[in-house]
């Protein structure tokens, strides 16, 4: 049995994420609406989680049991017990958590347009971020049957150690902090780092920018907004994001070096068919004004 196929409406996407305030992995040029963050007028810490809390919201029982059934059956190319450096999350009491909940607020109060919201909710159905590609245009499952089964698989290696990291970490979602936080969509049923949808969006995006260079921008452009949008849903906190796209491209790398991955890349690459110019020409992406993103404030030094 392919065990790409199993569960395709399911996680592939943990999709069921705007890097603003760390460096962004590829972010195309036509996407720099993220640009560095600025001083925040005031942000107040947050009390710390007694330990356990984390434990307590995300039990087995929460988490959707096809999620569960994913991760247990493991990667389509990589090693199941394959190792990742995934830094901790930033705490919840830090500046950093409280600078990311102040930005979240703004995006919500700022970006939450008809159309946003719109897609935010098709992509919080989507099987797959190639859904999302096809919806707007920039790719065509009917004339790409080999990078299609290529990407579904590269996706399931990424959401397979994403879901492990987030078992791991067990980050509350940003509402439970911030409870004036409203969300455009339900909380997943699981913890919010590393960014399912910030990772496996831009792990697809890797991908077709190495089946067509000519238009890589456009394609990370579009990976950046899906997992930008989970933020601005108010679900994922930025450094999600981050996260999850440093692991997606940490899979990547794992990927190049296996030999199986390697000659069905080099097969998609010979029979993709790129779409019309036309879908590059009037894509339109994301754009963040940077006086929404807050950025923590520095302590000043101590005078001796």
Do not use: C
């Not at 609406?33 to 009390?47: H, I, S």
């Not at 991760?71 to 705490?91: I, N, R, S, W, Y």
């Not at 260079?213 to 456009?218: A, G, L, M, P, Y």
Request: aromatic share 8%.
């Amino acid at each position: 049995m392919d065990k790409t196929r199993f569960m395709t409406g399911r996680l592939v996407l943990l999709f069921s994420t705007l890097a603003v305030t760390a460096v962004l992995f590829f972010l195309p040029q036509v996407a720099k609406g993220a640009p560095p963050a600025l001083e925040p007028e005031a942000v107040k810490l947050l009390p710390k989680i007694p330990e356990g809390t984390a434990q307590a919201i995300y039990p087995d029982s929460s988490w959707d049991p096809e999620v569960l059934r994913f991760l247990h059956m493991g990667p389509a190319f990589l090693p199941k017990d394959t190792a990742f450096e995934v830094p901790a999350f930033p705490a919840n009491d830090s500046p950093e958590t409280s600078a990311e909940l102040e930005t979240l607020k703004n995006f919500a109060a700022n970006l939450r347009t008809p159309e946003t919201v719109k897609l935010i909710v098709f992509e919080n159905d989507m099987p797959t971020p190639l859904v999302s590609y096809e919806e707007v245009g920039l790719f065509s499952s009917e004339k790409n049957p080999e990078a299609e089964e290529l990407i579904t698989k590269v996706v399931v290696d990424a959401g397979v150690f994403i879901i492990s990291y987030k078992k791991e970490f067990l980050r509350v979602r940003p509402d439970f902090l911030a409870p004036d936080l409203k969300t455009v969509i339900p909380n997943p049923g699981h913890p919010a780092y590393p960014s399912g949808h910030g990772g496996q969006s831009h792990i697809v995006g890797l991908i077709l920018a190495m089946l067509d260079e000519k238009h890589k921008d456009i394609y990370m452009a579009h990976a950046w907004a899906i997992g930008t949008r989970r933020e601005i849903a108010g679900v994922h906190y930025p450094s999600d994001s981050v996260a999850g796209r440093k692991l997606a491209e940490d899979v990547l790398a794992k990927l190049m070096k296996v030999p199986e991955f390697q000659e069905q890349l080099k097969e998609a690459k010979a029979s993709f068919v790129a779409p019309d110019e036309s879908a590059f020409e009037n894509y339109k992406p994301l754009i963040i004004d940077p006086a929404l993103i807050v950025k923590p404030e520095t302590p000043e030094p101590s005078k001796q």
